[in-house]
């Protein structure tokens, strides 16, 4: 059954970096766009990075803008999102999406930033 993975979330200070990565299994991401969501409590899920298939573009939410970086390892089938200068209000679950013609969505990581 074709499904994504996140791992690599956790507890980390201000300032700190973490890297989470999503794998998928039973599709190829070579052929879809991938995407980091997150969703903090009592918020929406909101985008955070994507990364188009066709044209390997990438767009960011303007909240991570210059923070977080999104990249791909199409021959691991992972998904990478790099996060660098943690803040307080990055703390939410981190949800990989992969999106084509089928949808799949992960289940989430917890990324908590406090002191």
């Known amino acids: 059954q074709a ?12 300032g700190g970096s973490l890297r ?14 991938m995407s ?8 929406e899920r909101e985008l955070v990075a994507k990364s188009d ?6 767009i960011y939410a303007d909240s991570v ?6 990249s791909r390892e199409d021959g691991k089938n992972t998904v990478y999102l790099q996060m660098n200068s943690l803040k307080p209000e990055d703390t ?8 084509r013609r089928l949808i799949y969505w992960g289940q ?8």
């Open 65 to 70: 803008k210059g923070r977080f970086t999104i």
């Open 108 to 115: 989430g990581t917890q990324v908590t930033v406090s002191s």
């Open 36 to 43: 980091w969501y997150r969703q903090a409590p009592g918020k």
């Open 20 to 33: 989470l990565s999503c794998v998928a299994s039973e599709f190829t991401t070579a052929t879809y766009d």
């Open 53 to 58: 298939f066709i044209d390997g573009r990438t």
């Open 92 to 99: 939410a679950v981190y949800y990989c999406n992969a999106r």
């Open 3 to 14: 499904r994504v993975v996140e791992s690599g979330g956790g507890l980390v200070q201000p």
